[in-house]
């Protein structure tokens, strides 16, 4: 039975019935409806609680800049083993399937803070969503790199394989 005809008893119902009973029936509907919802709630209503937390201990105070200070130079990777690191980036982007060149490398010292930086720009072609989970990966497995910049190129729209540019940063100990 489709709608129309549905639609059509209906008001031919309504129309032997009068608007006294339709107005009733609308009522006794509605009256029925409210019952129903107002029986729901009442017994949401007297449902048990959940059980309170237990109470934790007293929080920890928040760490000193000189604990965040030693946290953050903890952090840091090695100078000395920068290129491992790049050796890793090229290892998990043959596991997602991407063609990897030959990248542009950048060292570079801040003196007042410490550290160096070592700044790793990759072509890479392959799948657009292998190339972001080449970027997510290296991210997860190296803690101390950032992803500074990613650039993607496509011929044609319907080009299955995209061209990128990816820079990462490491950020690297000065000293061990």
Same mark, same amino acid.
């Given at each position: ?5 549905l639609? &059509?008893r209906?008001?031919l119902?309504?129309?032997?019935l009068g +608007? ?8 006794l ?5 409210? &019952?129903a $919802?107002?029986l729901?709630?009442g017994?949401q ?6 059980p309170a +937390? ?6 920890a105070? +928040? +760490?000193?800049?000189?604990e ?5 130079? =903890? ?16 290892d998990i982007?043959?596991?997602?399937? &991407?063609?990897l ?9 801040d003196?007042?803070?410490?550290l =160096?930086?070592?700044?790793?720009t990759?072509p ?7 190339? $972001?989970?080449f970027?997510l ?8 790199? =950032? ?8 011929e044609?729209v319907?080009?299955?394989v995209?061209? =990128?540019?990816?820079?990462f940063t490491?950020?690297l100990?000065?000293?061990?």
């Amino acid at each position: 039975m489709n709608v129309a005809a549905l639609l &059509l008893r209906l008001r031919l119902g309504a129309m032997r019935l009068g +608007p006294a009973a339709c107005i009733a029936l609308a009522l006794l509907l509605a009256g029925a409806l409210l &019952l129903a $919802w107002s029986l729901k709630a009442g017994r949401q209503a007297s449902a048990p609680l959940p059980p309170a +937390p237990p109470q934790l201990a007293q929080a920890a105070p +928040p +760490p000193t800049a000189n604990e965040n200070l030693a946290l953050f130079y =903890a952090t840091l990777g090695e100078k000395r083993h920068a290129e491992q690191q790049v050796k890793q980036l090229f290892d998990i982007a043959a596991k997602t399937g &991407l063609a990897l060149d030959q990248g542009e490398y950048k060292f570079s010292t801040d003196k007042a803070g410490r550290l =160096a930086t070592y700044q790793v720009t990759l072509p890479v072609k392959g799948a657009y969503h292998n190339i $972001w989970q080449f970027s997510l990966q290296a991210l997860s497995a190296i803690p101390f790199a =950032a992803l500074d910049d990613i650039a993607f190129r496509r011929e044609t729209v319907s080009e299955p394989v995209v061209e =990128a540019r990816v820079r990462f940063t490491l950020y690297l100990k000065e000293q061990p």
